[in-house]
């Protein structure tokens, strides 16, 4: 059984940041590539941002040049770096794999983003 555990979300305002941590037990990320999704109400889930085993990341155009993911392995944790925050940004986020099996959804962690 592989526990995904997302942490860091809370309420910002316009331009603020936001650290979100995903830490996975039961598992490596050694195995997976891995990614950030969110999903706002009433909208599908959709991935903002994956990191492959080798480092390479990929974005969604929405939060290009303001997301930044990384991973550490070691301590089994996946980050996502928000900065300059948008109201559009408002989702619970959740990590999981981009390649391969899907892992158990964690219950996520809520941003919320004021104007």
């Known amino acids: 059984q592989v526990q995904l555990v997302e942490s860091g979300g809370g309420l910002v305002q316009a331009g603020g940041s936001l650290r979100l941590s995903c830490a996975a037990s039961?598992?490596?990320?050694?195995?997976?590539?891995m990614g950030w999704f969110r999903r706002a109400p009433g909208k599908q889930r959709e991935l903002v941002a994956g990191i492959g085993n080798s480092g390479s990341t990929n974005y969604a155009d929405s939060v290009k040049g303001r997301f930044t993911i990384s991973r550490d392995n070691a301590k089994k944790l996946v980050v996502l770096q928000m900065n300059s925050l948008k109201p559009e940004d408002t989702a619970v986020y959740y990590c999981?794999?981009?390649?391969?099996?899907?892992?158990?959804w964690g219950q996520g962690t809520q941003v919320t983003v004021s104007s």
């Open positions: 039961g598992s490596s990320f050694s195995i997976n590539a």
């Open positions: 999981n794999t981009i390649i391969g099996p899907t892992y158990p």
